[in-house]
């Protein structure tokens, strides 16, 4: 089955202590992105990735660092893990090469950081 | 820039009635526009989307949406809602004519939430 599969689902953290939550896709995808999901401003995207070894910044990445090593996976490493990071977080992946094609989600880590 | 505005938090309807979810974005050049739906303790699914052709686009569920140009909106619609279509809804955009750094970049909304009355 095609799907974009993230670990934890959930989260709970204590300021400063560092945390990775990872990302796998199947589909053979070259874009993979980051998103946070707050209440009140809907998705906001952090980092994203064209392909391996390529990585940049989306609209949010303060915080937050990414790696994309292999085609499949793309971790979202938070180093010293805040407050106001806690949200909803969602892994996307696509197929670059075409504009139209719409991406396909994880089912979410929501994540607390006390 | 691009950007969607979603200008209902929430949307109440009738079972049985039609539901419209409103949508409006802002490209600088051709947009392609999704909607996407996504269910409690879940991620968000596609629905549909609009590149290029016919103004009304069928998708998935049997929800359409109707692209108008002068209006630069994108409303979702259905003509029978159903109780299990009560859900959070995104709209989406990405420049097609931007072709710099981020240009996959899909810009959402900030959701409606539809609930569907039994």
């Known amino acids: 089955e095609a799907q974009v599969t993230q670990n934890p689902r959930y989260l709970i953290t204590v300021t400063g202590k560092k945390l990775t939550v990872t990302c796998s896709q199947n589909?053979?995808?070259?874009?993979m992105s980051w998103y946070r999901q707050d209440p009140g401003l809907g998705l906001r995207q952090i980092y994203y990735?064209?392909?391996?070894?390529?990585?940049d910044k989306g609209d949010v990445p303060e915080g937050y660092k990414v790696s994309r090593k292999e085609k499949r996976n793309f971790p979202l490493i938070l180093e010293s893990p805040s407050p106001n990071q806690t949200s909803l977080y969602f892994c996307?992946?696509?197929?670059?090469?075409?504009?139209?094609?719409?991406?396909?989600f994880g089912n979410g880590t929501r994540l607390t950081v006390t | 820039a691009q950007s969607v505005a979603q200008p209902e938090d929430q949307v109440n309807v009738a079972e049985g009635n039609p539901l419209t979810v409103k949508c409006t974005y802002s490209?600088?050049?051709?947009?392609?526009l999704f909607w996407y739906v996504q269910y409690p303790n879940r991620g968000l699914q596609f629905l549909l989307k609009?590149?290029?052709?016919?103004?009304l686009v069928k998708g998935s569920y049997g929800f359409e949406a109707e692209f108008n140009k002068s209006q630069t909106s994108f409303h979702l619609k259905k003509p029978s809602a159903l109780v299990s279509d009560s859900a959070l809804y995104f709209c989406?955009?990405?420049?097609?004519?931007?072709?710099?750094?981020?240009?996959?970049?899909?810009?959402f909304g900030k959701g409606t939430k539809l609930s569907v009355i039994p």
């Open positions: 996307a992946s696509s197929f670059q090469g075409a504009k139209d094609s719409p991406l396909h």
């Open positions: 589909m053979n995808h070259e874009y």
């Open positions: 990735s064209m392909n391996v070894e390529v990585t």
């Open positions: 490209v600088s050049g051709n947009p392609y």
């Open positions: 609009y590149i290029t052709g016919d103004n």
């Open positions: 989406a955009v990405r420049d097609l004519s931007y072709s710099g750094a981020g240009s996959y970049q899909l810009t």
